[in-house]
C-alpha cells in the first residue's frame, strides 16, 4: 500500500521526509515524490518512478528541495499505470491546493464529469487529483477555511482515504483527514509529524494520536488539532508507542502474514466496491474497467482459468462457481502444463490468468502462447503495470495492496472475489441469472467483508489446535467440489508454511488407494460446506476417523451434527455456498500460521521459496 509522511517544524524537511519514506518500502510501492514549501513559496515538487533512491539522488538527499514543511509519498499504483505523471504529490493547476493520498475513491469517475463540467483539467488518470481539485473547488466556491473545503470534500467522497493537504494561503501549516486509511500524528518539540504508519517516524517521536474516521486535521510547528465533521476541534489520547521499528513495521504483528490475514476484510471490500456501483437502490456489476463489453461475455463459449500455486486453487474453486452460474464449460490449467500442451482452444474462448505478482514465469508464457492462438486473454493480477496486466487484453485488478509474506493470504481472497464477480457478470450478460438474482448475490458478497471478521476474531480456538497438533507429521485435507478446491490451498499453506506433508484429496478418491495411510493419531480435515455434498463428505472423513485418524471439519454454522462425528469442528458464518471458499479458506491460513510458529519456523519466508516466482 501506499506510504504517507508529513513534516513541519524548524528543519530541514525533505531529508526527514525521504527518511521516513524510506521506513516504509516494506509495504511495497512503485514511485515516490515530495512537495516541500519554503516559507511562503510554492511548493517545489519532485517525484520519480521506481525505487526511492531515484527520488533520493534526483533531489541530492532532499538538500535541493529547501524548507522546513512538506509531505511525501510512496505511490503503489490502483488507478493508473506506475508512471511519474501519477506519482503523489498531486495539485490543482494554479497549486492552490497540493496533497497525497493513501486508499480508494470509489466515486472518482463521478466527481471527475463534475470537475470536468467545471472548468478543471486533469493531468493524471488518478483518483488522488480527482480529489484535490474537489477541494480545491469547494475552497474557491464557497470562500471557505481548508477545514471546511475538507469536511465537504469529505461529504462528497465514497470509499477510504488519508489525505495529507497543504494549501497555498497558509504556509507553515499541514491538514489531513482520514476514512478507512490508516493516519496517524506524531508529536515532537516545535515540530510535528504525520504518517501513514509508525515506523516513519519511529526516530523521531514515539507520541502519537490516531485520529478516528472522518476526523480532519491542522497542524503547525506547535499546534495539532484534531476537528470532526462539524467542524468543532475535539480532544485526543495521547498514545505511547512502545514497539520497537521491526514491530511497527507489522503493524504491531508478530509476522507479515498475520498483519495480511487481518487486513483481508478491509482488501475483499474494496476489490468489491470496485465493480459494483450502487444507484439509487439498485447494484450493478461494472465491469468496463477491465475492459470486457457485455457483448464480449456473451459470446464466450468455453473459460480457461490458468494458474500456478494458489491463484490456481481460485480458478479450481473458481470453476465451480462460473459453471453453476453462467453455464459455460470451464477448464482449469496449472500454467506450467498449459503452456507445453495441445488443448484445443477455439476463437470463442476466452482465457483468465491468475496472478497476484503478474510476473510469474509460467502464467505468462500461458498468457503469451493464448495470444498467439488468436484468443481473448482476461489477466486478474494484483500489481498494477506487471507484465501480465500490461500484456493481456482485458486486466481486472484485485486491491489487495503489496503482499509481503510469500504465503498469499489476502491477494488469494482478492482473486476469489475477482472470479466471483467475474461468474456474476458473465450469467447475467448471458440471461442466465435475472436481475433479482443478481441483487441478492451481490449483497451477499457485501456481507463477506464482516464474516471474514468474525472468523479471525475466533483465532484463539484454532491457535489452540495449532498447539495440540504442530507436531503432526502428516495431514489430509479433503473435500468434494468447490470444497475440493478450499482443501487444496488448505493443504498448500500446511506444507509451505508449517512444513507438514499434506495432501489434498477429492474426499470420494481417499478410498481408492489412498486411504491405506491413515493411521491412529492421522490428522484429517474435511471441508464440508457445499449443501449437496457436505452429508458425503462427512461419511468420507467417518471412513477415515474409524480407521484411527483425527478429524477436524470446517462446515457452516447450522450444521450442528457434525458435533458427533468429528473432534474438532469449526463453524464458518452462514453464506451463499458459491462463496464459501471466501469464509473456508480463512481457518486454514490461521491454521497454517499457528502450525507454523508453535515449530518455531520463518513463516514470512519459508525455506526454498519466493515471492514472485519468475524463473520457468
Ligand atoms: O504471483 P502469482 O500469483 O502468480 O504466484 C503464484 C504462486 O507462486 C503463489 O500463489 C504461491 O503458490 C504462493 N506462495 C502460495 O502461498
Same mark, same amino acid.
Given at each position: 500500500?501506499?506510504? =504517507?509522511?508529513? !513534516?513541519?517544524? %524548524?528543519? @530541514?524537511?525533505? #531529508? $526527514?521526509?525521504?527518511?521516513?519514506?524510506?521506513?516504509?518500502?516494506? +509495504?511495497?510501492?512503485?514511485?515516490?515524490?515530495?512537495?516541500?514549501?519554503?516559507?511562503?513559496?510554492?511548493?517545489?515538487?519532485?517525484?520519480?518512478?521506481?525505487?526511492?533512491?531515484?527520488?533520493?539522488?534526483?533531489?541530492?538527499?532532499?538538500?535541493?528541495?529547501?524548507?522546513?514543511?512538506?509531505?511525501?509519498?510512496?505511490?503503489?499504483?490502483?488507478?493508473?499505470?506506475?508512471?511519474?505523471?501519477?506519482?503523489?504529490?498531486?495539485?490543482?493547476?494554479?497549486?492552490?491546493?497540493?496533497?497525497?493520498?493513501?486508499?480508494?475513491?470509489?466515486?472518482?469517475?463521478?466527481?471527475?464529469?463534475?470537475?470536468?463540467?467545471?472548468?478543471?483539467?486533469?493531468?493524471?488518470?488518478?483518483?488522488?487529483?480527482?480529489?484535490?481539485?474537489? =477541494?480545491?473547488? !469547494?475552497?474557491? %466556491?464557497? @470562500?471557505?477555511? #481548508? $477545514?471546511?473545503?475538507?469536511?465537504?470534500?469529505?461529504?462528497?467522497? +465514497?470509499?477510504?482515504?488519508?489525505?495529507?493537504?497543504?494549501?497555498?494561503?497558509?504556509?507553515?501549516?499541514?491538514?489531513?483527514?482520514?476514512?478507512?486509511?490508516?493516519?496517524?500524528?506524531?508529536?515532537?518539540?516545535?515540530?510535528?509529524?504525520?504518517?501513514?504508519?509508525?515506523?516513519?517516524?519511529?526516530?523521531?517521536?514515539?507520541?502519537?494520536?490516531?485520529?478516528?474516521?472522518?476526523?480532519?486535521?491542522?497542524?503547525?510547528?506547535?499546534?495539532?488539532?484534531?476537528?470532526?465533521?462539524?467542524?468543532?476541534?475535539?480532544?485526543?489520547?495521547?498514545?505511547?508507542?512502545?514497539?520497537?521499528?521491526?514491530?511497527?513495521?507489522?503493524?504491531?504483528?508478530?509476522?507479515?502474514?498475520?498483519?495480511?490475514?487481518?487486513?483481508?476484510?478491509?482488501?475483499?471490500?474494496?476489490?468489491?466496491?470496485?465493480?459494483?456501483?450502487?444507484?439509487?437502490?439498485?447494484?450493478?456489476?461494472?465491469?468496463?474497467?477491465?475492459?470486457?463489453?457485455?457483448?464480449?461475455?456473451?459470446?464466450?463459449?468455453?473459460?480457461?482459468?490458468?494458474?500456478?500455486?494458489?491463484?490456481?486453487?481460485?480458478?479450481?474453486?473458481?470453476?465451480?462457481?462460473?459453471?453453476?452460474?453462467?453455464?459455460?464449460?470451464?477448464?482449469?490449467?496449472?500454467?506450467?502444463?498449459?503452456?507445453?500442451?495441445?488443448?484445443?482452444?477455439?476463437?470463442?474462448?476466452?482465457?483468465?490468468?491468475?496472478?497476484?505478482?503478474?510476473?510469474?514465469?509460467?502464467?505468462?508464457?500461458?498468457?503469451?502462447?493464448?495470444?498467439?492462438?488468436?484468443?481473448?486473454?482476461?489477466?486478474?493480477?494484483?500489481?498494477?503495470?506487471?507484465?501480465?496486466?500490461?500484456?493481456?487484453?482485458?486486466?481486472?485488478?484485485?486491491?489487495?495492496?503489496?503482499?509481503?509474506?510469500?504465503?498469499?493470504?489476502?491477494?488469494?481472497?482478492?482473486?476469489?472475489?475477482?472470479?466471483?464477480?467475474?461468474?456474476?457478470?458473465?450469467?447475467?450478460?448471458?440471461?442466465?441469472?435475472?436481475?433479482?438474482?443478481?441483487?441478492?448475490?451481490?449483497?451477499?458478497?457485501?456481507?463477506?467483508?464482516?464474516?471474514?471478521?468474525?472468523?479471525?476474531?475466533?483465532?484463539?480456538?484454532?491457535?489452540?489446535?495449532?498447539?495440540?497438533?504442530?507436531?503432526?507429521?502428516?495431514?489430509?485435507?479433503?473435500?468434494?467440489?468447490?470444497?475440493?478446491?478450499?482443501?487444496?490451498?488448505?493443504?498448500?499453506?500446511?506444507?509451505?508454511?508449517?512444513?507438514?506433508?499434506?495432501?489434498?484429496?477429492?474426499?470420494?478418491?481417499?478410498?481408492?488407494?489412498?486411504?491405506?495411510?491413515?493411521?491412529?493419531?492421522?490428522?484429517?480435515?474435511?471441508?464440508?460446506?457445499?449443501?449437496?455434498?457436505?452429508?458425503?463428505?462427512?461419511?468420507?472423513?467417518?471412513?477415515?476417523?474409524?480407521?484411527?485418524?483425527?478429524?477436524?471439519?470446517?462446515?457452516?454454522?447450522?450444521?450442528?451434527?457434525?458435533?458427533?462425528?468429528?473432534?474438532?469442528?469449526?463453524?464458518?458464518?452462514?453464506?451463499?455456498?458459491?462463496?464459501?471458499?471466501?469464509?473456508?479458506?480463512?481457518?486454514?491460513?490461521?491454521?497454517?500460521?499457528?502450525?507454523?510458529?508453535?515449530?518455531?519456523?520463518?513463516?514470512?519466508?519459508?525455506?526454498?521459496?519466493?515471492?514472485?516466482?519468475?524463473?520457468?
Amino acid at each position: 500500500m501506499c506510504g =504517507i509522511v508529513g !513534516y513541519i517544524g %524548524k528543519k @530541514q524537511a525533505a #531529508p $526527514i521526509l525521504l527518511e521516513g519514506l524510506s521506513k516504509l518500502e516494506y +509495504r511495497g510501492y512503485d514511485s515516490a515524490g515530495i512537495a516541500v514549501r519554503d516559507g511562503d513559496q510554492d511548493p517545489a515538487v519532485v517525484k520519480a518512478q521506481g525505487r526511492l533512491s531515484v527520488l533520493v539522488d534526483k533531489t541530492d538527499g532532499g538538500r535541493a528541495v529547501p524548507g522546513t514543511c512538506g509531505i511525501g509519498h510512496t505511490r503503489w499504483a490502483t488507478h493508473g499505470e506506475p508512471t511519474e505523471t501519477n506519482a503523489h504529490p498531486h495539485a490543482s493547476d494554479d497549486i492552490n491546493v497540493i496533497a497525497v493520498h493513501n486508499g480508494i475513491i470509489e466515486n472518482f469517475q463521478e466527481l471527475k464529469d463534475k470537475l470536468l463540467r467545471n472548468g478543471y483539467t486533469f493531468q493524471s488518470e488518478t483518483d488522488t487529483e480527482v480529489a484535490v481539485k474537489l =477541494i480545491d473547488y !469547494y475552497y474557491k %466556491k464557497y @470562500q471557505v477555511g #481548508p $477545514i471546511d473545503a475538507i469536511a465537504k470534500t469529505m461529504v462528497r467522497v +465514497r470509499g477510504s482515504y488519508a489525505l495529507v493537504v497543504m494549501f497555498k494561503d497558509y504556509p507553515g501549516e499541514i491538514y489531513a483527514a482520514r476514512k478507512d486509511s490508516p493516519l496517524i500524528l506524531g508529536l515532537g518539540e516545535s515540530e510535528n509529524f504525520l504518517a501513514s504508519d509508525v515506523p516513519a517516524i519511529l526516530d523521531h517521536t514515539r507520541k502519537v494520536i490516531y485520529p478516528d474516521n472522518y476526523e480532519m486535521v491542522r497542524m503547525t510547528t506547535d499546534i495539532v488539532e484534531v476537528y470532526n465533521l462539524n467542524g468543532d476541534v475535539t480532544e485526543k489520547p495521547v498514545t505511547e508507542v512502545t514497539w520497537d521499528a521491526e514491530a511497527a513495521e507489522k503493524g504491531g504483528y508478530e509476522h507479515f502474514m498475520m498483519k495480511e490475514i487481518h487486513e483481508q476484510p478491509k482488501v475483499i471490500k474494496d476489490t468489491i466496491n470496485s465493480v459494483v456501483k450502487k444507484q439509487e437502490d439498485l447494484y450493478t456489476l461494472d465491469l468496463s474497467g477491465c475492459g470486457l463489453s457485455d457483448d464480449e461475455m456473451r459470446q464466450i463459449s468455453r473459460v480457461w482459468i490458468i494458474g500456478c500455486g494458489s491463484a490456481y486453487h481460485v480458478g479450481v474453486c473458481s470453476q465451480y462457481v462460473m459453471e453453476d452460474l453462467a453455464e459455460i464449460p470451464v477448464r482449469v490449467e496449472l500454467a506450467s502444463e498449459f503452456r507445453y500442451r495441445k488443448l484445443g482452444l477455439q476463437k470463442d474462448d476466452l482465457v483468465i490468468v491468475i496472478s497476484q505478482s503478474g510476473e510469474t514465469a509460467d502464467s505468462l508464457a500461458a498468457l503469451r502462447k493464448a495470444k498467439e492462438l488468436g484468443i481473448s486473454t482476461l489477466g486478474i493480477v494484483n500489481v498494477v503495470g506487471s507484465s501480465i496486466a500490461r500484456e493481456a487484453d482485458y486486466v481486472l485488478y484485485t486491491l489487495a495492496g503489496p503482499e509481503i509474506a510469500v504465503a498469499t493470504t489476502k491477494a488469494f481472497s482478492c482473486q476469489l472475489i475477482a472470479c466471483h464477480l467475474l461468474s456474476i457478470g458473465f450469467a447475467s450478460a448471458a440471461g442466465k441469472i435475472d436481475n433479482a438474482t443478481v441483487q441478492k448475490m451481490i449483497v451477499e458478497m457485501l456481507t463477506l467483508p464482516e464474516k471474514v471478521e468474525k472468523i479471525i476474531e475466533d483465532k484463539a480456538r484454532i491457535q489452540w489446535f495449532a498447539s495440540k497438533f504442530a507436531h503432526a507429521s502428516d495431514a489430509f485435507v479433503i473435500g468434494r467440489g468447490l470444497d475440493y478446491g478450499i482443501a487444496m490451498e488448505g493443504s498448500l499453506k500446511m506444507k509451505e508454511i508449517s512444513y507438514i506433508h499434506s495432501e489434498a484429496y477429492a474426499a470420494g478418491e481417499l478410498k481408492h488407494g489412498t486411504i491405506s495411510l491413515i493411521e491412529s493419531g492421522t490428522l484429517v480435515i474435511g471441508v464440508a460446506t457445499q449443501p449437496d455434498l457436505v452429508k458425503k463428505t462427512i461419511s468420507n472423513m467417518v471412513e477415515t476417523g474409524s480407521r484411527g485418524a483425527y478429524l477436524f471439519a470446517i462446515t457452516f454454522s447450522g450444521n450442528y451434527y457434525l458435533e458427533d462425528r468429528a473432534d474438532f469442528v469449526t463453524y464458518i458464518p452462514k453464506t451463499d455456498p458459491h462463496y464459501a471458499a471466501s469464509l473456508a479458506v480463512i481457518p486454514l491460513q490461521l491454521l497454517s500460521y499457528y502450525m507454523s510458529v508453535n515449530r518455531g519456523l520463518d513463516v514470512d519466508k519459508p525455506r526454498n521459496l519466493a515471492k514472485s516466482v519468475t524463473v520457468e
